[in-house]
Each structure stands twice: as structure tokens, then as C-alpha cells.
């Protein structure tokens, strides 16, 4: 399949470094809100919505994983981009994953948040990807936001529950269940001991998508990877503790000795 442009707004100093930053199934743009604006006091920062979610093109499915990463080359060239930090969560960061393995001179410096090289089982992203064809985004957004969350902090926050629960159901079924396809098909493991870019892999303590686990495999996969466990946070683990998540981002990409 072709590169689709994909939505995209871009903030920060046109002289600084870039930082390209890939959100989650089922989110936008918008789940980077909590870093933006303090990422933006030293990047140049592109944030963008991949296919199938938020204002970016919705072709039909099936996708490849190959296909989020040739959206992001698409991106780089527009902008006129050579080389940029890639920051991805969940299946932000397997996109980044297969970016930087196969377009090594593109990506400076790699940050992976809850995520995974494989996710099983393909049978289940099969299965979501048929109810949301079926029955909408909608009818998944209540289970999937319990998994983005810890409950403590889903007590607490009832207006980011409902929120985000408002940001699956608004993904269209299209693109959603063809990103569930993306993950159903997906096997990065080969990909990671060809990643030559500094990598970060931070995972939630508490996440029940993206356990740990997954994150340490990649961290001692890669050439140069390091892993990073924030307690107290599940999987959107970047909005549920960003005094944490934030400065751990931009003191990776900005070289500084962990
Ligand atoms: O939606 C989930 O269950 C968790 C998830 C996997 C890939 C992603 O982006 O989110």
C-alpha cells in the first residue's frame, strides 16, 4: 500500500531538533498532550495521527506495519526532515520499532512506552477488529480505557475516563480494526537486534496490555536500549504520570547518561 499524508501539527523552534510523536490505538494526536508543551522548550515537535484515527486518511484495510512506517518517511520528507527522535506508545512505538530498523538514517534517538515487538494472541485482534466492524468503536472504548488507566486513577479522574472513552468511540471502525490487523500480523523481534538507535523502553508497572516484560525484551534486544518501569501507571502511562514520563523523554533524547 502507498504512504497516505497523514494529519499533523507541528510546534516548537524551527531551528531545534525534531521530534516526531505516534500515538496509540484508539487515540489521537491528543494523547501527547500532557509532553507537548514541554517537549516543544527543546524540539521541534511533530505530532501527528496515525491512519485510521483522528484527522489523517482513513484507506481501507488491511494495513502492515510497513505501512505506519512508510507514513512516517512520507511525513519526514514533506517536512523536509533528513533525521528525527521518533517517540511512540503502544502501536506508536512498534511503528517506530520497524522505522528505525529499516530506515536506520532516519531516526536520531528511539522512544518506545508501552508496547511490544509481538502481541498475542493474532486471534484476538482479529476478534476486535470484527466487533468494531460490526457493532463500532463504541463498543470497545469501555475496555479499552480500563486498560489505559490504573483504577485508582480512573476513580479519580472521572472527566479523562469519559474522555477518553469519547476518543475510541470517535475512532472510525475502518481504521481502528485495520490497526488491530497491524498488530494481529506483527512479529518486530527479528527487527530489534538491527535497531542501531539509542533506545528508551519505558513501560507502566501496572499495565495489563504491555506488561513490563515486553518492554525489557526490547531494551535488551536493540544495540543501545535501556528500560525504564513507572510505578503507579497502566497503559496510556505517559498521561497518567507525566512528571515522570516527561524529563525520562528529554533527557534520552537530549544524550544525557542515564
Ligand atoms: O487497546 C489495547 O488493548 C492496548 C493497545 C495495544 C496496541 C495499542 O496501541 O493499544
Sequence with gaps: MT??????????????PVVVLSNSLGSTMSMWDAQAEALAEHFRVVRYDTRGHGGSPVPDGP??????????????????????????LSLGG????????????????????????????ASAWHDRAATVRGQGTG???EAVVQRWFTPAFLDANPDMKASSEG?????????????????????????????????????????????PPNLAEIADAV???RLLVVPEAAHLANAEQPAT??????????GDPA
Design 94 to 121: 512498534m511503528t517506530g520499532m520497524r522505522l528505525a530498523a529499516r530506515n536506520p538514517g532516519r531516526v536520531e534517538r528511539l522512544v518506545v512506552l508501552c508496547t511490544g515487538a509481538h502481541l498475542e494472541p
Design 63 to 88: 494495513y502492515a506495519i510497513d505501512d505506519l512506517a512508510d507514513d512516517v518517511v512520507a511525513l519526514l520528507d514533506t517536512l523536509a526532515v533528513d533525521r528525527a527522535h521518533f517517540v511512540g
Design 139 to 141: 463498543a470497545v472504548a
Design 223 to 225: 544495540q543501545d536500549g
Design 245 to 254: 514520563i516527561t524529563p525520562a523523554i528529554i533527557a534520552h533524547l537530549a
Design 167 to 211: 476518543l475510541v468511540a470517535a475512532t472510525p471502525a475502518e481504521g481502528y480494526a485495520s490497526c488491530c490487523e497491524v498488530i494481529a500480523t506483527m512479529d518486530l523481534r527479528p527487527d530489534l537486534p538491527t535497531i542501531s538507535a539509542p533506545t528508551l523502553a519505558i513501560a507502566g508497572a501496572d499495565d495489563p496490555a504491555t506488561p
Design 3 to 16: 504512504a497516505v499524508p497523514v494529519h499533523h501539527v507541528v510546534t516548537g523552534p524551527d531551528d531545534a
